[in-house]
């Protein structure tokens, strides 16, 4: 499985926020504002625990 970049429906109009391209077993992360700086790549194991962790309010 492999995405196109996507953004959170909760990010609002500011544009201030993330993109993510998630994988099999990675997930790629982008600025959304500067896309070419390149993104940032996790583990599936520590993106779900992230993913978990927000649907959880524990961050």
Known sequence: ??????????SGGSGSCVEVREHTDRADIRDTKNPQAGHITVGAREWNAFVRAIRDDAL
């Open 1 to 10: 499985m492999i995405t196109e970049w996507h953004k959170s429906s909760y």
